[in-house]
């Protein structure tokens, strides 16, 4: 209670004049006990679900874990802080910013059921990337043996039809093989095969990076705006 206002108003009507006295008590709630109790509780829940962000997402079981408390804690929480308040049918400021907190939350909760199931899609799409990767590279060197074979044959029938010289047959094979390493030398620096790589823009190391700076920013924004709101604006109102 901050203060205690006695007014005196007299009133006057056709049966006579009348007096009225009006006590009006000015009352101030306390918010140390609502901040120790409600805010900073789920402050805390909601920073500790950022904690996922930063778990390894092949640890399944402990970021759905972690996920999974900190929405039953929040629950709890909301459940017996309500309890102890008076049952009244307007939206208080508390509810808002249980209700925010709740959203980040059960954001953290989706963030990690879409990361788990973006990451099952890539593992597929790699393995399928390989086994045709692999297959194109099979094709390549059964293609390049294939000519190279053409090649030494192509050589040997023309040393073959080319007259010796001076006297002296010419050295077939030596020949060959000395044109055939000139074909492999020129063609070492071949490109491989086109590379089956995933068009997939959104990734799950994406998401994961951008999550945790987005949920922390974007709760501190909200941070500031309620506080800002609730607890400067509303008082330099009344």
């Not at 901040?35 to 909601?46: A, H, K, M, N």
Request: proline residues 3%; charged residues 20%.
């Amino acid at each position: 209670m901050e203060s205690i206002e006695l007014t005196n108003e007299t009133f006057s009507f056709s049966t006579g004049s009348f007096i009225q006295l009006q006590v009006k008590f000015n009352l101030r709630r306390d918010l140390l006990f609502f901040i120790l109790q409600s805010y900073v509780p789920s402050t805390f829940i909601v920073m500790c679900s950022w904690v996922a962000f930063w778990i390894n997402r092949e640890g399944i079981p402990g970021r759905a874990c972690l996920s999974i408390t900190t929405v039953l804690s929040l629950i709890t929480l909301i459940g017996s802080t309500n309890a102890e308040l008076p049952n009244v049918s307007t939206v208080k400021a508390l509810d808002i910013y249980f209700g925010i907190c709740f959203l980040f939350v059960f954001g953290g909760l989706f963030e990690f059921a879409t990361v788990i199931y973006l990451a099952m899609l890539e593992k597929q799409e790699k393995a399928e990337i390989t086994a045709k990767r692999n297959k194109a590279q099979q094709y390549m060197e059964k293609l390049q043996a294939k000519r190279e074979a053409e090649l030494v044959h192509e050589l040997h029938e023309s040393f073959q039809a080319l007259p010796a010289q001076n006297g002296t047959p010419m050295n077939i094979s030596n020949q060959a093989l000395s044109v055939l390493d000139e074909y492999k030398l020129m063609h070492s620096n071949m490109p491989t095969p086109k590379q089956f790589n995933s068009k997939r823009r959104l990734t799950a190391s994406k998401i994961e990076l951008c999550s945790r700076y987005t949920f922390p920013s974007l709760f501190l924004l909200f941070e500031l705006v309620y506080w800002g709101y609730f607890g400067f604006l509303r008082d330099a109102k009344s």
